[in-house]
């Protein structure tokens, strides 16, 4: 019985030295690993990202970082200097994102008359909604792009016309010919003539 | 030789006042009868309210009348930007011809190449008679004649009268226009669209005070200056 009593103390007073010389460890390298890795030469302090803050999102929205490339990708670097975080666009996720996804930022496709296609939103939730583009896209950039952004600045949202996730030079707007470019506008305004008709004014 | 130098002088006289007069009196009569016969007076009116400025109209009409890049027979000029983002808005109108029932290019062309067609009231160019003189295009004072770079004659809008007309379709831009700011139509048919476009908007046509009686009516847009 003795040996028993014997072996159950030392086992434990052993966990109890591992654990502690263990919690050194950990409490020790903590500041002197920050040094080595955040010691710049002109001794300034450099930020590293730890962990990949949209390793979540692309678990399941698989190829959602590549199709941005061609729009939001190395152009942006060059503007801002740094790489743009799902994030940015798409906030408001909240811990039921998987069983209710529509709380979170969605580019849809929408316009303030009726069509037959599009969903319908008024004047202020169109701008609530384009006013994440706006912010880098401003008003004066679009409208030295184009006059057809000003006169759509409240009637339509951005992904009514462009694909925010795709290679603007071979996709999206940007990559149709002047033809089709004005195939887009025939195709919702006649739509909306039609519609009128229909409700015969 | 009975025929004096008096005579010669008297008979050439008589023989180009009566052709000269005659010429007149048939041209007179020929205008009004395109009213008064029952003849056709095409026309067309340009809603400014409801043009969108796509363009597809102008297009249309290249493709239609294989009118080469660089001329055009039809354009929608846009206004300057007006008001303050969000609310940013422009104005369009139409620049094509206005086919005139006191068509200057008419009157000024020496050959007779510029014409009105007195069946349907449309203006046009016969291009096997004209010289390239360019008097019409100086005259039209709405400037909406050039040189066609293949045919080197003077060359417009004819309401599409040797391509869609003749196929029985209405003119290219009408029948491309997305939100129907064209009509096009008869004026001298009471019951016609194009007229009851007319009776039912406040609509007017450019530089009227010159006495061109032009063809193309304009719903004008409710901002912005009227572009006469």
Known sequence: MGNVKLAIRTTISFLLFICIYGFNFSV??????????????????????????????????????????????????????????????????????????????????????????KILLDFDAILKATGNCTECHTSERLQEKTWVHDVHAKKATCSSCHMIHADGEKEGMQALERKAQIAQCVDCHKDFNLKKEDKGE | MACSRRNLLIGAGAVIFTTGVAKVAIAKKSLVATLEDGGKRYGMVFDET???????????????????????????ERSAPMGEYPDVDYTFTRVSCQHCDNAPC????????????????????????????????AACPYQVRFFHPETKSADKCNFCRDTNLKAGKLPACVESCPTNALTFGDLNDPTSEINKVIASNAVYRSKVELGTEPKLYKVADTKGEIKR
Do not use: M
């Open chain 2, 50 to 76: 409801a043009c969108i400025g796509c363009t597809a109209c102008t297009d249309a009409c290249r493709e239609t009348n294989n009118v080469p890049e660089g001329v055009s027979r039809l354009k929608i």
């Open chain 2, 106 to 137: 008419v009157t000024v062309c020496p050959t007779g190449a510029s014409y009105v067609d007195l069946k349907t009231g449309i203006v046009d160019v016969h291009g096997d008679k004209c010289v390239g003189c360019g008097y019409c295009l």
């Open chain 1, 28 to 117: 020790a390298a903590e500041p002197s690993d920050s040094q080595n890795l955040g010691a710049n030469t002109d001794g300034r302090h450099e930020v590293t990202f730890i962990r990949d803050s949209d390793y979540a999102c692309t678990q399941c929205h698989k190829d959602s970082k590549e199709t941005r490339q061609g729009t939001h990708g190395e152009k942006v670097v060059a503007e801002i200097g740094r790489d743009l975080k799902c994030v940015e666009c798409h906030n408001s996720i909240g811990p039921d994102h998987r069983e209710n996804p529509t709380q979170v930022t969605k580019f849809s496709a929408a316009q303030s008359q009726i069509g037959t296609h």
